[in-house]
């Protein structure tokens, strides 16, 4: 659904990403895990078509994308089903979008603005699902929650997720975040940005020993660490 083939993508003589190179299979929960500042959201831009690689290839085999943001990107001035009706002709389907992500009981005229930030947060999935995604990217979509709604909007992901059949790219700095939702992670290194290593099909039993992989891996390449580490 997405390859990312020896990409190399650099600001000026400022080096980037670095011979990047791993895909999002379709149907998979995907995680990207690296320091804050490496180059994942460069990553995202690639995805979208923002950016060009400087080299290598980038290969999109999705024809819908849904994007969830770190920013909040609603329009606060209108309801929420207008928020969704905004990107989404189909009225049925926003509502459906709506009450997948727990905010169905609530006036649909309601405006977004005057939501708590859990909620904005619920709305922007909604929207973000109301294009019917075949691929869905999230940035970093939970900073700025406490950490009772983080935690409880992480573990309702893949609910929504499996409901509506979507592959899924979670993009992180946080491993206990990643490791929640994701059955697969790359981690990455610091710039000049490279893969450090691949994790597929993690299981539970195995999440603990996975955690403290990517965290000696991490530490000796000396990246910052900003993760919970407990």
């Known amino acids: 659904m997405l390859q990312f083939d020896r990409v190399s993508f650099s600001y000026g003589n400022e080096t980037v990403l670095d011979e990047i190179s791993f895909s999002v299979a379709k149907g998979t929960y995907q995680g990207l895990i690296g320091p804050s500042g490496c180059g994942k959201?460069?990553?995202i831009q690639l995805t979208t078509g923002l950016l060009e690689a400087s080299r290598g290839q980038v290969q999109r085999r999705?024809?819908?994308?849904?994007?969830?943001?770190?920013?909040?990107?609603l329009i606060e001035e209108i309801g929420l089903l207008k928020n969704l009706t905004y990107v989404c002709a189909d009225k049925d389907l926003a509502l459906r979008c709506l009450e997948l992500v727990g905010l169905g009981d609530l006036p649909h005229t309601k405006r977004a603005g005057a939501l708590s930030k859990?909620?904005?947060k619920r709305l922007e999935i909604a929207r973000a699902l109301s294009v019917s995604p075949d691929l869905l990217i999230m940035d970093e979509p939970f900073s700025g929650l406490d950490q009772v709604a983080k935690i409880a909007l992480i573990a309702q992901m893949k609910h929504f997720l499996t409901a509506t059949e979507t592959t899924f790219w979670y993009v992180t700095h946080d491993?206990?975040?990643?490791?929640?939702i994701c059955d697969d992670l790359t981690v990455l290194s610091a710039k000049p940005t490279r893969v450090l290593k691949r994790f597929g099909?993690?299981?539970?039993?195995?999440?603990?020993?996975?955690?403290?992989?990517?965290?000696?891996?991490?530490?000796?390449?000396s990246c910052v660490l900003p993760f919970h580490q407990k």
């Open 41 to 43: 959201t460069t990553l």
């Open 62 to 73: 999705f024809n819908r994308l849904g994007l969830v943001c770190q920013n909040d990107t």
């Open 118 to 120: 859990g909620m904005k």
């Open 175 to 180: 491993i206990d975040e990643a490791m929640i």
């Open 201 to 221: 099909q993690i299981q539970q039993a195995d999440k603990a020993a996975v955690k403290k992989q990517i965290l000696q891996l991490l530490r000796e390449k």
